[in-house]
């Protein structure tokens, strides 16, 4: 049994939009080269989506592996071109995924930071 209760569905127009650990998806099939990753589809609005929608690696063609390494090595301050070098890919690659994880980084701060209490001391200097 797939466990699916970190996943939500997606669709905006739906009942259990973005609502956690449910019943409602279930793995509609896999894909990619060895069927690991999964689509699944909600029970609700029958809407399927990718298990990496929303996620830096969408649509990567990158192992994993691979792709996490780039990512590590930008957050740990390299630069694109030793970071291309270090991981073997092209310098473009690493500028893909650095915006591509940023833009998830930036919307993922946004969200934490809305639903975070305000500071009762207010700003220090």
């Known amino acids: 049994m797939d466990d699916l209760t970190r996943f939500c569905c997606l669709n ?28 699944l589809v909600c029970r609700t609005c029958k809407t399927r989506f990718s298990e990496r929608k929303g996620t830096p690696l969408y649509r990567s063609h990158l192992p ?28 473009d690659t690493v500028m893909r995924y650095g915006r591509l994880a940023g833009g998830h980084a930036s919307d993922a701060h946004d969200e934490l930071v809305a639903f975070s209490p305000s500071d009762p001391r207010g700003p220090v200097r």
């Open 12 to 39: 905006s127009a739906c009942t259990n939009h973005g609502l956690r650990g449910g019943d409602n998806l279930a793995v509609a099939y896999r894909y990619g080269a060895e069927k690991q990753f999964r689509v």
């Open 64 to 91: 994993a592996a691979q792709a996490v390494s780039l990512l590590e090595h930008l957050h740990e301050g390299c630069g694109v071109r030793p970071t291309g070098r270090l991981v073997k890919v092209h310098r």
